[in-house]
């Protein structure tokens, strides 16, 4: 019963100086000595002083903050690519004097300085001097061909990730198995402009749409110079 009691008590004053400790984290400021001689337990290797141990975490979380920072950095430096990309879109697609050859520009630098595999745009009016692109289908806006799109295109909001084959179908054709991802940016009266991936990771759902929704917007500017 003795020795009972005895490693309840040392328990209990344990749990008191780890307390005390926690309410008063400069104590080791007053005491350096004792910080040196402390030895903290650890899950892999031999005992470090409390010290080495300190240094240990700092130096970690400078790595993970290394680590944020280049993140950050390498995110910035997409974002500065993609805006100037946008800004060449927008003053590629004002250039434009006619409907054909402002949708063209649109497609071309999708497909070139987007880097997208397989570039589509469903216009919902008809478009003189573009029969032979293979990258147009014309549609007017009640084609059953268009259900699947419904929503999307009532919506308004730009798409990302993985289309059901009855959608890769209508845009790709042919090609369709090739595509792996799209995106999809719906345009008010304009209709569709879609750009496919190979890459089944490239587009997303919950990836930024900023810039896609930008580009639309631009092209959809463009267009309305030619109502």
């Given at each position: 019963?003795t020795?009972?009691?005895?490693?309840?008590?040392?328990?209990?004053?344990?749990?008191?100086?780890?307390?005390?400790?926690?309410?008063?984290?400069?104590?080791?400021?007053?005491?350096?000595?004792?910080?040196l001689?402390?030895?903290?337990p650890?899950?892999?290797?031999?005992?470090?002083s409390?010290?080495?141990?300190?240094?240990?975490?700092?130096?970690?979380?400078?790595?993970?903050?290394?680590?944020r920072?280049?993140?950050?950095?390498?995110?910035?430096?997409s974002?500065?690519r993609l805006?100037?990309?946008s800004?060449?879109?927008?003053?590629?697609l004002?250039?434009?004097?006619?409907?054909?050859d402002?949708l063209?520009?649109?497609?071309?630098t999708?497909?070139e300085e987007?880097?997208?595999?397989?570039?589509?745009?469903?216009?919902?009016r008809?478009?003189?001097?573009?029969?032979?692109?293979?990258?147009?289908?014309?549609?007017?806006?009640d084609?059953?061909?268009?259900?699947?799109?419904?929503?999307?295109?009532?919506?308004?909001?730009?798409v990302?990730?993985?289309?059901?084959?009855?959608?890769?179908?209508l845009?790709?054709?042919?090609?369709?198995?090739?595509?792996?991802?799209s995106?999809?940016?719906?345009?008010?009266?304009?209709g569709?402009?879609?750009?496919?991936?190979?890459?089944?990771?490239?587009?997303?759902?919950g990836?930024?749409?900023?810039?896609?929704?930008?580009m639309?917007?631009?092209?959809?500017?463009?267009?309305?110079r030619?109502?």
């Open positions: 019963m020795m009972e009691f005895s490693e309840a008590t040392e328990k209990l004053g344990a749990h008191e100086v780890a307390a005390w400790l926690r309410r008063h984290p400069a104590f080791l400021q007053q005491f350096p000595d004792l910080a001689t402390l030895v903290v650890r899950d892999n290797g031999p005992a470090a409390l010290a080495s141990y300190q240094l240990e975490i700092l130096r970690e979380k400078n790595r993970e903050l290394g680590k920072l280049q993140e950050l950095f390498a995110n910035a430096q974002n500065e805006a100037v990309r800004h060449q879109l927008t003053l590629a004002m250039k434009q004097g006619n409907t054909a402002t063209r520009a649109m497609a071309a999708l497909a987007f880097q997208g595999d397989l570039v589509r745009i469903v216009s919902l008809p478009v003189a001097g573009l029969d032979d692109a293979d990258w147009l289908l014309q549609l007017p806006e084609s059953p061909r268009l259900a699947g799109f419904a929503d999307l295109l009532a919506a308004g909001e730009p990302c990730g993985r289309l059901q084959p009855e959608k890769n179908a845009l790709y054709g042919v090609r369709a198995e090739e595509v792996q991802s995106a999809l940016l719906p345009l008010a009266g304009v569709l402009v879609a750009v496919g991936s190979h890459d089944g990771s490239r587009f997303f759902p990836m930024g749409t900023l810039f896609l929704r930008m639309g917007e631009a092209l959809v500017v463009a267009l309305a030619f109502d």
